[in-house]
């Protein structure tokens, strides 16, 4: 077996002036942005999952990022891995070593058609965004050489001091006797590339598969590892960073977060209906329910998902269903019968790019006010946005204790990005005490003393000992507590009601319901909110969800180059972090709000819930399928702040505050 | 020890019972079929050994969705269509309750319909009615699903293109593994008909023909009624699914030309019920999902446990 030049491998690094194909960047030198791609299908998933948990076990703080299309076989996808000594919060800004698999399920180029020649993608769609200095591999055994010379890879290599290693990953696999060890082969030359112990990667390798399959697996990993020694004349600097540990720690997806916040907040019920990006929860969830004691079910459509999560309630299970925009569309009927009914529930919104079936596999914070508002009548719900891996454990876990304290509906709005971004979390940090309680729901022996009608009928909504705003509720099977629950407006044993003065008692109970948990927000949690940046700054950065990531970075890079910039992450959307979000506001001159859509949606609730600092906020907002890069954050501070007189290069939009 | 003491309870039941209190009058027009139902409920639960507060009837929205408001159970009138979910999940949730799910021919062959076909295909263990009358009462007599064709109404001003949908054999397709039609104008009958739909441990579904005299049909448009298990004219084998299929088909068609079948069509006393399907599958725990929230003994589970896989 050998490699064959192509010529610009050999060639003896140059000093050059790097031209604008990526103006953004101020990155550190000391960290590792790994992007493997290929088609979908061809495993890049699972191959970047055990190389993150490789450098996750070396000492590194670890965060990926996935990109896919909406289709199970071939078109472009890769994964991102970024690897430091310290906490890596988000994707970063381009990245450093390109490893391009091929993708086995391109489709045939043809004249007319819009998408191209596929094959060669894995390589061409993925340069512009490789930083000076980045090392390229690629599998020549997959891509043709007639292809690669009509990228211009050589000049552009020149251009951008890249380091190119064409390799016949196909080849060595074949030898091996199985062609998608390709993957295999490309960690390691990886691995050799880096000057990385192979020691962890066997060490996953050797967990996930056995016998022969393990064996040519080892092998062909040793021999790729080698052949960098042996056979490369390597021009790059680019090494894997070193770093330490304190505690063990678990790779994590937002999808297993919000998954085993349920599991400790005591649901044992979900009912769903696959739709990208939700699955996620749903399949975890499904997976591990008949371990411990959970009931999975998977329905004819959300109406019934949602209306099932519903009964389960009604009946004593601790219960969620969840969906993405569309499917959460058909949610709405099911969700008003819960805030009318006050049966406790926790839906998930994993949202993705709109409207419509949009942009199934991308991201975008585009159903904010859907979620807030949609089903008929004035909304009574809890919704909280998490915007880390942590985050998503705790208010997942949080919905559930507030859902059942208060009977009302709890959604979790998060995102493709933090549904299926993967972060290393302190084990630690799980190690705590289930809340398996139903809240406000009366034991037999309760009921008891509780108030009933002349017939003996439960006064579910009586009007006396509504502490909070809440009336207690009883089960069905339970001696004492019938009563009648309806979308109907109902007197207090739950009987069909349009009587003026109980209407207005059971509607602003209901609706109060909402102050008297704002007030044990703040009173009895830590803040959902997260702060950060120089607690005096006159300019502030505030986000919401997943964008979190980038705008700390951002906020940072921001102070360490002179600026004085602060940030705050609002988590909690209704009942809104009123007092938080206005003392952050009153503390600055100026503010601009990023979040991932066109229309500017959570500005405009702050504006509602506040009703004020319209002529403070600013917006970045990004709607093209991609999530926020910190550099363009930063460059959008630059261009709105400074008040530089330039439109910002990356593919983001700025909205002047109101008035100007 | 339960933490649901009224179900199972052993007791004398009085059937005034179930007429609550704070409503004890139903608010149908005279002479309306939902009546029948109502009073046929009252009956069979007592002789089915069912107290108030081990059943929990669901219901969608119409005239028959006030049913729970006339019948002292645990009620939940839930939303139009969507009764079926709600109270097949309520009784993976407790398994022990007495489920008995309820609406028109709009909300569970038209609206609902979906739900209608996938409950029956799961064989839920519980009791599903639909009072028919062939008609949308309270919206004011608009053609439903089951209207016959040419049926004119404010909405199909030129009668109904459309044939009516056949309740029975979709039920059959769907997978019920119990199928009755009664009539509100038979009450012997019907009673037999809902004691059997309780006791039977699977997906029952009976078709009840409410009359409804306000906008369609009134009772003695249901008269004369043949009971299939009477009457000499038909003789087929209830177990038989190709048998019950053919008599079905045959009483869908005559029904608009005046011939009122009615009777048990197909009983399936073999086949599991779904909350068995998924215990043997090992996806239902034995002890009810809502029991354990009140269990002191009970160790739950934490995601701390499950971390191993993600280092």
Same mark, same amino acid.
Request: aromatic share 8%.
């Given at each position: 077996m050998t490699i064959h030049s192509k010529g610009f491998r050999h060639r003896e690094p140059k000093i050059r002036i790097r031209l604008a194909t990526w103006p953004l960047i101020s990155m550190s030198d000391d960290e590792l942005i790994w992007r493997v791609s290929g088609g979908s299908g061809d495993g890049i998933d699972s191959t970047s999952q055990n190389f993150a948990k490789a450098l996750m076990r070396s000492g590194l703080d670890v965060f990926t990022h996935r990109h896919y299309p909406s =289709?199970? =076989? !071939? !078109?472009h996808t890769y994964v991102e891995i970024r690897a430091a000594a310290d906490e890596v919060q988000s994707r970063g800004d381009g990245y450093n070593f390109l490893l391009a698999l091929g993708d086995s399920f391109a489709r045939n180029p043809q004249e007319e058609a819009y998408y191209g020649n596929e094959e060669i993608k894995p390589l061409s769609e993925n340069l512009d965004e490789l930083r000076e200095g980045g090392v390229i591999v690629y599998d020549e055994g997959l891509l043709s050489e007639d292809d690669v010379a009509d990228l211009d890879l050589e000049e552009r290599a020149e251009e951008n001091d890249w380091h190119v290693y064409p390799v016949d990953l196909r080849g060595l696999a074949k030898e091996h006797g =199985? $062609?998608?060890?390709r993957n295999t082969a490309g960690v390691g030359i990886t691995a050799g590339l880096l000057d990385m112990e192979l020691e962890h990667i066997e060490d996953l390798m050797s967990g996930a598969m056995g016998g022969d399959i393990l064996e040519a697996n080892l092998e062909i990993l040793h021999e790729a590892y080698e052949m960098v020694d042996e056979e490369f004349e390597t021009t790059h600097d680019l090494r894997v960073p070193t770093g330490e540990h304190d505690t063990e720690q678990a790779l994590l997806s937002g999808s297993n977060a919000i998954a085993y916040g349920a599991i400790d907040g005591g649901c044992r019920f979900i009912a769903g209906y696959p739709m990208t990006p939700w699955t996620d929860v749903f399949t975890i969830l499904s997976q591990n329910f008949p371990d411990i004691g959970g009931v999975s079910e998977q329905v004819e459509d959300e109406i019934a998902a949602a209306a099932l999560a519903v009964g389960a309630s009604h009946a004593g299970a601790k219960a969620m269903s969840g969906s993405s925009g569309g499917g959460f569309a058909l949610m709405s009927e099911p969700l008003g019968l819960a805030e009318m009914t006050e049966t406790p529930l926790v839906l998930v919104e994993s949202m993705r790019a709109g409207p419509s079936t949009g942009m199934p596999t991308k991201p975008e914070q585009g159903d904010l006010e859907f979620v807030l508002y949609t089903s008929q009548g004035d909304s009574s719900r809890v919704v909280f946005a998490p915007g880390t891996i942590e985050e998503a454990y705790e208010q997942t876990r949080l919905a559930f204790h507030i859902a059942w304290e208060y009977q009302i509906p709890t959604i979790i709005i998060y995102d493709q990005k933090l549904s299926g971004e993967n972060k290393n979390v302190d084990v $630690?940090?799980?190690d705590r005490e289930p809340e398996p309680g139903l809240g406000t729901t009366l034991t037999e022996e309760e009921l008891k003393e509780a108030a009933h009608d002349n017939s003996g009928k439960f006064e579910r909504f009586g009007y006396e000992d509504n502490e909070k705003n809440v009336s207690k509720r009883s089960l069905p099977g339970q001696k004492g507590g019938r009563y009648l629950a309806t979308g109907n407006e109902h007197s207090p044993v739950g009987h069909i009601s349009e009587d003026p003065d109980n209407r207005v008692y059971q509607m602003t109970r209901r609706i109060e319901k909402l102050d008297s948990i704002r007030e044990e927000l703040d $009173? $009895?949690?830590?803040?959902n909110q997260t702060y950060f940046g120089d607690e005096d700054a006159e300019y502030g950065i505030i986000t919401w969800g997943s964008s979190q990531g980038a705008v700390v970075e951002a906020v940072e890079r921001l102070n360490d180059s002179g600026h004085s910039v602060k940030g705050i992450s609002v988590s909690d959307m209704m009942p809104f972090a009123e007092a938080e979000v206005t003392e952050f506001l009153e503390s600055v001159d100026e503010a601009m709000v990023v979040e991932m859509n066109a229309t500017a949606q959570f500005r405009g609730l702050i504006q509602k819930e506040l009703g004020r600092f319209g002529d403070k906020m600013t917006s970045l907002l990004k709607y093209n399928g991609n999530p926020f890069e910190p550099a363009e954050i930063v460059e959008g501070y630059e261009v709105n702040v400074a008040d530089e007189d330039r439109e910002p290069s990356a593919q983001v939009r700025i909205e002047p505050a109101a008035g100007d | 020890m339960s933490a649901f003491n009224a179900i199972g309870e052993e007791r004398e039941i009085d059937r005034d019972e179930y007429t609550p209190g704070v409503e004890p009058q139903p608010t149908w027009c005279p002479g309306c079929g939902d009546f029948g139902v109502l009073k046929s409920l009252k009956q069979a639960l007592p002789e089915v050994g069912k107290t108030p507060e081990e059943v929990l009837a669901v219901t969608g929205i119409g005239c028959s969705g006030k049913l729970n408001s006339y019948l002292d159970t645990y009620g939940f009138h839930t939303i139009h269509g969507r009764s079926l979910p709600v109270a097949r999940a309520a009784k993976l949730a407790n398994p022990e309750l007495e489920v008995i799910a309820a609406g028109g021919d709009g909300d569970g062959y038209g609206i609902g319909g979906n739900h209608f076909i996938h409950t029956a295909r799961e064989n839920h263990d519980m009791t599903y009615i639909v009072f028919n009358n062939e008609i949308f009462g309270l919206t004011k007599g608009q053609t439903s699903p089951t209207s016959p064709k040419g049926h004119k109404s404010k909405t199909q001003p030129s009668g109904s293109a459309k044939s009516p949908l056949r309740p029975l054999s979709m039920s059959l397709n769907a997978g019920a593994t119990y199928v009755a039609r009664t009539a509100a104008v038979n009450p012997n009958q019907a009673k037999e008909i809902i004691k059997e739909a309780i006791e039977h441990d699977g997906f029952a579904h009976v078709d009840f023909l409410t009359q409804c005299p306000t906008w369609n049909k009134d009772a003695r448009q249901y008269?004369?009624?043949?009971?299939v298990q009477e009457s000499d004219d038909y003789d087929f084998d209830v177990s038989d699914r190709e048998e019950a299929a053919q008599m079905m088909r045959e009483t869908e068609d005559v029904l608009n030309e005046g011939t009122v079948l009615t009777g048990r069509y197909y009983v399936d006393d073999e086949s599991p019920s779904y909350t068995e399907e998924k215990k043997a599958v090992g996806e239902m725990p034995e002890q009810p999902v809502a029991e354990r929230y009140f269990d002191e003994d009970a160790e739950w589970e934490r995601s701390y446990d499950l971390l191993e896989r993600h280092t």
């Amino acid at each position: 077996m050998t490699i064959h030049s192509k010529g610009f491998r050999h060639r003896e690094p140059k000093i050059r002036i790097r031209l604008a194909t990526w103006p953004l960047i101020s990155m550190s030198d000391d960290e590792l942005i790994w992007r493997v791609s290929g088609g979908s299908g061809d495993g890049i998933d699972s191959t970047s999952q055990n190389f993150a948990k490789a450098l996750m076990r070396s000492g590194l703080d670890v965060f990926t990022h996935r990109h896919y299309p909406s =289709r199970i =076989r !071939g !078109g472009h996808t890769y994964v991102e891995i970024r690897a430091a000594a310290d906490e890596v919060q988000s994707r970063g800004d381009g990245y450093n070593f390109l490893l391009a698999l091929g993708d086995s399920f391109a489709r045939n180029p043809q004249e007319e058609a819009y998408y191209g020649n596929e094959e060669i993608k894995p390589l061409s769609e993925n340069l512009d965004e490789l930083r000076e200095g980045g090392v390229i591999v690629y599998d020549e055994g997959l891509l043709s050489e007639d292809d690669v010379a009509d990228l211009d890879l050589e000049e552009r290599a020149e251009e951008n001091d890249w380091h190119v290693y064409p390799v016949d990953l196909r080849g060595l696999a074949k030898e091996h006797g =199985r $062609e998608v060890m390709r993957n295999t082969a490309g960690v390691g030359i990886t691995a050799g590339l880096l000057d990385m112990e192979l020691e962890h990667i066997e060490d996953l390798m050797s967990g996930a598969m056995g016998g022969d399959i393990l064996e040519a697996n080892l092998e062909i990993l040793h021999e790729a590892y080698e052949m960098v020694d042996e056979e490369f004349e390597t021009t790059h600097d680019l090494r894997v960073p070193t770093g330490e540990h304190d505690t063990e720690q678990a790779l994590l997806s937002g999808s297993n977060a919000i998954a085993y916040g349920a599991i400790d907040g005591g649901c044992r019920f979900i009912a769903g209906y696959p739709m990208t990006p939700w699955t996620d929860v749903f399949t975890i969830l499904s997976q591990n329910f008949p371990d411990i004691g959970g009931v999975s079910e998977q329905v004819e459509d959300e109406i019934a998902a949602a209306a099932l999560a519903v009964g389960a309630s009604h009946a004593g299970a601790k219960a969620m269903s969840g969906s993405s925009g569309g499917g959460f569309a058909l949610m709405s009927e099911p969700l008003g019968l819960a805030e009318m009914t006050e049966t406790p529930l926790v839906l998930v919104e994993s949202m993705r790019a709109g409207p419509s079936t949009g942009m199934p596999t991308k991201p975008e914070q585009g159903d904010l006010e859907f979620v807030l508002y949609t089903s008929q009548g004035d909304s009574s719900r809890v919704v909280f946005a998490p915007g880390t891996i942590e985050e998503a454990y705790e208010q997942t876990r949080l919905a559930f204790h507030i859902a059942w304290e208060y009977q009302i509906p709890t959604i979790i709005i998060y995102d493709q990005k933090l549904s299926g971004e993967n972060k290393n979390v302190d084990v $630690e940090f799980f190690d705590r005490e289930p809340e398996p309680g139903l809240g406000t729901t009366l034991t037999e022996e309760e009921l008891k003393e509780a108030a009933h009608d002349n017939s003996g009928k439960f006064e579910r909504f009586g009007y006396e000992d509504n502490e909070k705003n809440v009336s207690k509720r009883s089960l069905p099977g339970q001696k004492g507590g019938r009563y009648l629950a309806t979308g109907n407006e109902h007197s207090p044993v739950g009987h069909i009601s349009e009587d003026p003065d109980n209407r207005v008692y059971q509607m602003t109970r209901r609706i109060e319901k909402l102050d008297s948990i704002r007030e044990e927000l703040d $009173e $009895e949690h830590d803040s959902n909110q997260t702060y950060f940046g120089d607690e005096d700054a006159e300019y502030g950065i505030i986000t919401w969800g997943s964008s979190q990531g980038a705008v700390v970075e951002a906020v940072e890079r921001l102070n360490d180059s002179g600026h004085s910039v602060k940030g705050i992450s609002v988590s909690d959307m209704m009942p809104f972090a009123e007092a938080e979000v206005t003392e952050f506001l009153e503390s600055v001159d100026e503010a601009m709000v990023v979040e991932m859509n066109a229309t500017a949606q959570f500005r405009g609730l702050i504006q509602k819930e506040l009703g004020r600092f319209g002529d403070k906020m600013t917006s970045l907002l990004k709607y093209n399928g991609n999530p926020f890069e910190p550099a363009e954050i930063v460059e959008g501070y630059e261009v709105n702040v400074a008040d530089e007189d330039r439109e910002p290069s990356a593919q983001v939009r700025i909205e002047p505050a109101a008035g100007d | 020890m339960s933490a649901f003491n009224a179900i199972g309870e052993e007791r004398e039941i009085d059937r005034d019972e179930y007429t609550p209190g704070v409503e004890p009058q139903p608010t149908w027009c005279p002479g309306c079929g939902d009546f029948g139902v109502l009073k046929s409920l009252k009956q069979a639960l007592p002789e089915v050994g069912k107290t108030p507060e081990e059943v929990l009837a669901v219901t969608g929205i119409g005239c028959s969705g006030k049913l729970n408001s006339y019948l002292d159970t645990y009620g939940f009138h839930t939303i139009h269509g969507r009764s079926l979910p709600v109270a097949r999940a309520a009784k993976l949730a407790n398994p022990e309750l007495e489920v008995i799910a309820a609406g028109g021919d709009g909300d569970g062959y038209g609206i609902g319909g979906n739900h209608f076909i996938h409950t029956a295909r799961e064989n839920h263990d519980m009791t599903y009615i639909v009072f028919n009358n062939e008609i949308f009462g309270l919206t004011k007599g608009q053609t439903s699903p089951t209207s016959p064709k040419g049926h004119k109404s404010k909405t199909q001003p030129s009668g109904s293109a459309k044939s009516p949908l056949r309740p029975l054999s979709m039920s059959l397709n769907a997978g019920a593994t119990y199928v009755a039609r009664t009539a509100a104008v038979n009450p012997n009958q019907a009673k037999e008909i809902i004691k059997e739909a309780i006791e039977h441990d699977g997906f029952a579904h009976v078709d009840f023909l409410t009359q409804c005299p306000t906008w369609n049909k009134d009772a003695r448009q249901y008269v004369p009624y043949v009971d299939v298990q009477e009457s000499d004219d038909y003789d087929f084998d209830v177990s038989d699914r190709e048998e019950a299929a053919q008599m079905m088909r045959e009483t869908e068609d005559v029904l608009n030309e005046g011939t009122v079948l009615t009777g048990r069509y197909y009983v399936d006393d073999e086949s599991p019920s779904y909350t068995e399907e998924k215990k043997a599958v090992g996806e239902m725990p034995e002890q009810p999902v809502a029991e354990r929230y009140f269990d002191e003994d009970a160790e739950w589970e934490r995601s701390y446990d499950l971390l191993e896989r993600h280092t």
